[in-house]
């Protein structure tokens, strides 16, 4: 699976963007696909995951109730919204996909497979 993220930009305090992840090698089905960010000096982490069974989301409790991640399968395309963006966002966000493992957190980076090469999202204060 080839994951290719974009989206990113730069933007405003209190704006929004939305970043996609198209796959292409094959489709989503069956995967389980996350979003994870990385800022400069700081470890990746979790963002927001998505499962391939019964599509439950589960978001980062600083991302909650403002970033939304969605799928479409048709389009094999994941998509993270982000509303309500701060300062403290600004990172590079990658798209992550494994083979759909129910019984595994989706918090964990090392669980998944297939990376995205990452987009940028510098938010200005």
């Known amino acids: 699976v080839q994951l290719q993220a974009c989206g990113g930009g730069l933007v405003q305090a209190g704006g929004s963007l939305r970043l996609s992840c198209a796959a292409s090698?094959?489709?989503?089905?069956?995967?389980?696909m996350g979003w994870f960010r990385q800022a400069p000096g700081k470890e990746r982490e979790f963002v927001a995951g998505i499962r391939w069974i019964g599509t439950t989301t589960l978001h980062a409790d600083s991302v909650k109730g403002r970033f939304t991640i969605s799928r479409d399968s048709a389009k094999n395309t994941v998509y993270l919204q982000m509303n309500s963006l701060k300062s403290e966002d600004t990172a590079v966000y990658y798209c992550?996909?494994?083979?759909?493992?129910?019984?595994?957190?989706?918090?964990?980076?090392?669980?998944?497979?297939?990376w995205g090469q990452g987009t940028l999202v510098t938010v200005s204060s």
């Open positions: 090698g094959r489709t989503f089905s069956g995967y389980d």
């Open positions: 992550a996909a494994r083979a759909s493992l129910y019984s595994v957190s989706l918090y964990h980076a090392e669980t998944f497979n297939y």
